[in-house]
């Protein structure tokens, strides 16, 4: 059974750091690339970053470069999410995902085959 469990979310001023947390289990974590997606409410869910098996290769939606970094263990299959320069506007629930084809990273929810269950991230202002 495949489980992806994300932790660190909170509630933090503008400007502050967070660091999210997803700790894979039930799968071969290094042959799969990671992402971070995030959800608020009335929003459809946006990709945020990924990261492919080796993490070699990374990528991000342009309202997050320079703020944020997803990074990887696979000793640990964890994949984490730095969150710096939070603005009121990342509020959301931010999910992380799996995708089995490991050397890509693609910014698509459906692409995607197994998804934890979220971590809620508040930023006031």
């Known amino acids: 059974q495949v489980q992806l469990v994300e932790s660190g979310g909170g509630l933090v001023q503008a400007g502050g750091s967070l660091r999210l947390s997803c700790a894979a289990s039930g799968l071969p974590f290094s042959r799969y690339a990671m992402a971070w997606f995030r959800q608020a409410p009335g929003k459809e869910r946006e990709f945020v970053g990924g990261?492919?098996?080796?993490?070699?290769?990374?990528s991000y939606t342009d309202s997050v470069k320079g703020r944020f970094t997803i990074s990887r263990d696979n000793a640990l299959n964890t994949v984490y999410l730095q969150m710096n320069g939070l603005k009121p506007e990342d509020t959301a629930v931010y999910y992380c995902?799996?995708?089995?084809?490991?050397?890509?990273?693609?910014?698509?929810?459906?692409?995607?085959?197994?998804w934890g269950q979220g971590t809620q991230v508040t930023v006031s202002s």
């Open positions: 995902a799996a995708d089995k084809i490991f050397w890509r990273v693609v910014p698509t929810a459906g692409a995607y085959n197994y």
């Open positions: 990261i492919s098996w080796n993490g070699g290769s990374t």
